[in-house]
Structures are given as structure tokens and as C-alpha cells.
């Protein structure tokens, strides 16, 4: 099959590797623009792909990214990872439609960072294949699966546990997608939940003059604990202090 892939962190290059050693032929690639991509470089060398069929991720919906995917005469597009929302005119061109690889359990986690919202809202944690639509992870799902959450879990063990089960999910899923044998089910319009990468801005903020729930503030700090990066956090005399919690098992006494 010839595919159009679009991706954009270690999950996409994995997926893609896979679809290498099968014989898949990458007949476009969509990556992110060198500011703001993830295993950019390794994914082109994996791919195998010139200039000509190389897509920048600002350029997927415009008229030379668009005519790049008819020239390339893919019949199929796999977004995993990749940043951009694709428009009609795009998603038109494969005949086989396009799918999405979600690290949520949908319709639970549309939009970003669904690891740390599913901590959160302390909704169903998952990742699904889906067809991609005009809206924003809505389209009809053809392969999903649970992961369970611990107390132990924070935002990064949490992502860990999504990416190995996107990647067992997609190989599962891959020879069905090829012979044509899914039935995609369409998600309930409504259900679910939402959130944009701006959301995590007042998520953060740890005011300490309000009142929280112990469980809540105890899911805000643990979902937020995704070493190297900064998460949650409180301002006292001006300053930063930022705040991580480690979770342990034990007997009780």
C-alpha cells in the first residue's frame, strides 16, 4: 500500500520503522518544521524520502502540500503524533481515507495532552486508531484499547504506558486496515472530553489560598510529574516553586 505518513515523536518513528520492515512504501512525509519537531531527521532517513515528497508541517494544508500528496499517489494517510489539523482539501486526496494513531481513550482525551487528563478528570486512559474528519480526534474509531492508571502513575509513567500500547495496538490493528476489514464505529457527538495545550496553563497555577480536594490536588501534582519538564507549581514572594509528587505502595499498618 502506498502510504502518506505525517508524524512527529518517537511513537511516529517507531510505527514508521515497523511499517519499513513490512515493506510499506512511504510515498510522502509529513514532518514538523525544525523549531518545534521530534525525530524529524530519523524519520526521513528511515522513510527513504527526497525533497520532492518531504512536506513541512506548516505546509500541509496550502496548495504545494496538497499537490505533493496527489503526486504522490498515496492511498492511504497514518498521522501519528503530527501537530497540524488537516483540511478537506487534504484529507480528500488518499481514497482509502486517514487514520490517526491517539494516545486516549476516546472519546475520553481529544486534543492534548490526554495522559494528563485522564489523571485529572479521572477518565478512561487508552489509545484508539481513528479515522480523521474535520473535527479534532472525532472521527469514527476502528481500533482501540484500555491502559490502566494507578495511584502510582504520574504524566510521564502514564505516557510511557499509552505509547507501548499505541504501538502494540497499530501492529494488531495494521493487517485488517490492509485488507480492508475494519468496521469503524462512529463516537457519540458530545461525549467525552477536550483540551488544547493552553488549557495546562491554569491547570498548573497551584493557588495557595484555595481550597482543594485532597484527591484532586493529589491527581493535579501526580499528573503533572513528567520529568524533565516543569508542571505544576505555586508563586510566593514573587518566585516559582515548582512541585512534584512520587507516589509509593505500601502495606498498611
Excluded at 515528497?53 to 503526486?71: A, F, H, P, W, Y
Excluded at 457519540?188 to 481550597?211: M, N, Q, T, V, Y
Aim: hydrophobic residues 40%; charged residues 25%.
Amino acid at each position: 500500500m502506498k502510504l502518506a505518513f505525517l508524524g512527529n515523536n518517537h511513537l511516529a518513528l517507531q510505527v514508521l520503522s515497523w511499517l519499513k520492515k513490512q515493506g510499506g512504501e512511504i510515498v510522502a512525509l509529513g514532518v514538523h518544521p525544525m523549531e518545534r519537531a521530534k525525530c524529524r531527521q530519523e524519520m526521513i532517513d528511515v522513510a527513504g524520502c527526497g525533497d520532492e515528497v518531504l512536506i513541512e508541517g506548516s505546509d500541509i494544508n496550502s496548495d504545494v502540500g496538497v499537490q505533493k500528496l496527489m503526486n504522490s499517489g498515496c492511498e492511504l494517510l497514518l498521522s501519528v503524533g503530527f501537530g497540524y489539523i488537516l483540511k478537506p482539501e487534504a484529507l480528500r486526496v488518499p481514497p482509502r481515507g486517514c487514520l490517526n494513531l491517539h494516545i486516549s481513550y476516546l472519546p475520553y482525551g481529544r486534543g492534548s495532552n490526554p495522559n494528563v487528563w485522564s489523571i485529572v478528570e479521572n477518565v478512561p486512559a487508552g489509545v484508539t486508531l481513528h479515522h480523521i474528519d474535520s473535527g479534532i480526534d472525532t472521527g469514527a474509531i476502528v481500533a482501540q484499547r484500555r491502559v490502566e492508571i494507578s495511584w502510582e502513575d504520574n504524566g510521564g509513567t502514564l505516557y510511557e504506558k499509552l505509547v507501548k500500547a499505541a504501538y502494540d495496538l497499530f501492529v494488531e490493528a495494521w493487517p485488517d486496515i490492509v485488507e480492508g476489514r475494519t468496521v469503524p464505529c462512529k463516537q457519540l457527538p458530545g461525549a467525552g472530553s477536550f483540551h488544547r495545550d493552553r488549557d495546562l496553563a491554569e491547570l498548573d497555577l497551584i493557588d495557595l489560598d484555595r481550597s482543594y480536594k485532597a484527591r484532586d490536588l493529589i491527581n493535579i501534582l501526580r499528573a503533572r510529574t513528567f520529568p524533565p519538564y516543569s508542571g505544576a507549581y505555586f508563586i510566593d514572594g514573587g518566585e516559582r516553586h515548582y512541585l512534584s509528587l512520587a507516589i509509593t505502595k505500601g502495606r498498611q499498618q
